[in-house]
Nanobody, 122 residues
Framework: QVQLVESGGGLVQAGGSVRVSCAASGRTFSSVYMAWFRQAPGKEREFVAT????????LYADSVKGRFTISRDNTKNTVYLQMNSLKPEDTAVYYC???????????????WGKGTLVTVSS
């Protein structure tokens, strides 16, 4: 079992930055990938970014490429999502997830956090 707890969301102005964190506990070594997904009001949950726990390989959704950076600290069992140049359309609840893939698919994630809200004002 893996427990995931997100933190760091909040209100930020368009063009600003925020970093969200995901602290993992439990059998974290059992998951190949850590990922961030988001869900805006009235929309389906969508993939944002993923990182491979072993070698740090990353993959991003086209909508965030060049603006968001996912990273991990395996010594702290923590995954981060640095979000820069934020836009109002980035407003969503951001969820941390862990699983063995396929990468970028909600179906490939076994464990989910409860989410943290990021609101980008225009």
């Amino acid at each position: 079992q893996v427990q995931l707890v997100e933190s760091g969301g909040g209100l930020v102005q368009a063009g600003g930055s925020v970093r969200v964190s995901c602290a993992a506990s439990g059998r974290t070594f059992s998951s190949v990938y850590m990922a961030w997904f988001r869900q805006a009001p009235g929309k389906e949950r969508e993939f944002v970014a993923t990182i491979t726990r072993s070698d740090g390989d990353t993959l991003y959704a086209d909508s965030v490429k060049g603006r968001f950076t996912i990273s991990r600290d395996n010594t702290k069992n923590t995954v981060y999502l640095q979000m820069n140049s934020l836009k109002p359309e980035d407003t969503a609840v951001y969820y941390c997830a862990a699983g063995n893939g396929p990468r970028g698919r909600t179906s490939g994630m076994y464990y989910w956090g409860k989410g943290t809200l990021v609101t980008v004002s225009s």
